[in-house]
């Protein structure tokens, strides 16, 4: 339904009903483009071709021992894979989000495995220090497990003692800007009031946008050449490879 005049459209694109004149019969004119979609995860899913894959499974959802919380949409003017590797990177954690997610006394990061194949990539165990990584005021070290579904939808699962995960689905505006859609599931922290969490994730994403908004070039190379990588940086670099064997030329160099 249009938001502007109510006027309503079946899933075919036809309009069927025109509220101002309801005895009137919408003529074949009235007809929007249609395009395949699917709600899911609280989202709606829309695809201008024919998917080859199905939405990525998001593992927690179904469990309802984890708690859901939506949080976003968070705008970037920057190309959506510049968003989502930043997503992948906790190396940053300790100066972007430093007294959030890491501290510079604890800026090491450990060797990591990282394997690619048709099911996209997994970077684990990626294991850092955080000041307060579930919510009891202590600082210790945690472990994460990435996980790129897609190369615009992409999910970590940190393990504490509980587990607190974050799927992340980028929708790609234009090239240069795009728009990022998140949702946390935690077992643990139920008493926790929603907003709080939410302003966190916000608080965090708002550290990160300016850094991904600055960063040049504007699209992700995906020649491993054109920049230089540490040992760190694994799971971007395989997520660059990755991209180039897909052939992914939108908001890549
Ligand atoms: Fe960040």
Request: aromatic share 14%.
């Amino acid at each position: 339904m249009c938001p502007y005049h109510g006027w309503t459209y079946n899933a075919d694109g036809q309009c069927v009903q025109m509220p101002a004149h309801p005895e009137q019969m919408p003529p074949a004119r009235a007809r929007v483009k249609a395009y395949r979609s699917i709600e899911r995860y609280g989202w709606v899913w829309v695809t201008f071709g024919e998917p080859q894959h199905d939405i990525p499974v998001f593992p927690e959802w179904d469990d309802a021992s984890f708690r859901k919380i939506f949080s976003g949409p968070y705008v970037y003017k920057a190309a959506a894979p510049r968003a989502v590797e930043n997503f992948l990177d906790v190396a940053h954690f300790p100066f972007v989000h430093e007294g959030f997610l890491g501290d510079r006394a604890h800026p090491e990061i450990a060797d990591y495995e990282v394997t690619t194949d048709e099911n996209g990539i997994t970077a684990a165990p990626i294991t850092i220090w955080q000041p307060d990584p579930d919510g009891t005021g202590q600082g210790k070290e945690v472990t994460y497990t990435y996980r790129v579904f897609r190369p615009l939808v992409v999910y970590f699962v940190k393990q504490m003692q509980q587990q607190f995960a974050i799927y992340f689905a980028v929708t790609p505006v234009d090239d240069l800007h795009c728009i990022g859609w998140m949702c946390m599931a935690m077992n643990y922290g139920f008493d926790i009031p929603e907003a709080q969490l939410i302003a966190f994730q916000d608080e965090v994403t708002a550290q990160d946008i300016p850094i991904v908004e600055s960063q040049r070039p504007e699209r992700l190379p995906l020649d491993l050449q054109a920049e230089l990588h540490l040992r760190s940086d694994r799971t971007s670099i395989a997520y660059r490879k990755w991209l180039g064997e897909l052939g992914l030329t939108f908001g890549t160099a």
